[in-house]
T-cell receptor
Framework: DADVTQTPRNRITKTGKRIMLECSQT?????MYWYRQDPGLGLRLIYY???????NKGEISDGYSVSRQAQAKFSLSLESAIPNQTALYFC?????????????FGPGTRLTVT | QKEVEQNSGPLSVPEGAIASLNCTYS??????FFWYRQYSGKSPELIMS????GDKEDGRFTAQLNKASQYVSLLIRDSQPSDSATYLC???????????FGPGTRLSVLP
């Protein structure tokens, strides 16, 4: 089984809808991250969490919110989806002993907002 | 805001050649540096990390770091078609949470 899983893998939604992307990990890592990837822009950090009680905004948090329900679960919500949130979304984890650099990524969720 | 720059490519090399991928960064306090590989449609995976000036070798991969020039590179020797992917450079400060990915360089190894 994969160490970092994301659901759904693909989602098409309409403008204005609320949508939640979920991430679960079995690696036992305390740090979790949400990124979006757009062609030519690389990976941009949306939110990150160093433990259940520690959640921080990343570079592009506007329009997004997160919830760290447990050490192993980190969800990303789009409260009112808009077309420019169409992107590939990745969840990642890392262990505090190795810091932020050694991240393990989930398979990604391809989100399309029409 | 820290910036990490990479040539977007595509960089095309013949099979068996050395592929050289370059990355520059703007923040002088950056301390740790990483190379990730991302196959088309897949998630990134870590292939190399480097923390000190000089070279670090791992199989066919060599990472080179020059902090004075704010430059990190990845060399792939004996390139194979299976090395065709996008390579992402990432930079971090040891005492902060300022971890940034570059936009990536797409490498194509031609049989």
């Amino acid at each position: 089984d994969a160490d970092v899983t994301q659901t759904p893998r693909n989602r098409i939604t309409k403008t204005g809808k609320r949508i939640m992307l979920e991430c679960s990990q079995t690696k036992g890592h305390d740090r979790m991250y949400w990124y979006r990837q757009d062609p030519g822009l690389g990976l941009r950090l949306i939110y990150y969490s160093f433990d259940v009680k520690d959640i921080n905004k990343g570079e592009i948090s506007d329009g997004y919110s997160v919830s760290r329900q447990a050490q192993a679960k980190f969800s990303l919500s789009l409260e009112s989806a808009i077309p420019n949130q169409t992107a590939l979304y990745f969840c990642a984890t890392s262990d505090r002993s190795t810091g932020d650099g050694e991240q393990y990524f989930g398979p990604g969720t391809r989100l399309t907002v029409t | 805001q820290k910036e990490v720059e990479q040539n977007s490519g595509p960089l095309s090399v013949p099979e068996g050649a050395i592929a050289s991928l370059n990355c520059t960064y703007s923040d002088r306090v950056s301390q740790s540096f990483f190379w990730y590989r991302q196959y088309s449609g897949k998630s990134p995976e870590l292939i190399m990390s480097i923390y000190s000036n000089g070279d670090k070798e791992d199989g066919r991969f060599t990472a080179q770091l020059n902090k004075a020039s704010q430059y990190v590179s990845l060399l792939i020797r004996d390139s194979q078609p299976s090395d065709s992917a996008t390579y992402l450079c990432a930079v971090n400060e040891d005492y902060g949470q300022n971890f940034v990915f570059g936009p990536g360089t797409r490498l194509s190894v031609l049989p």
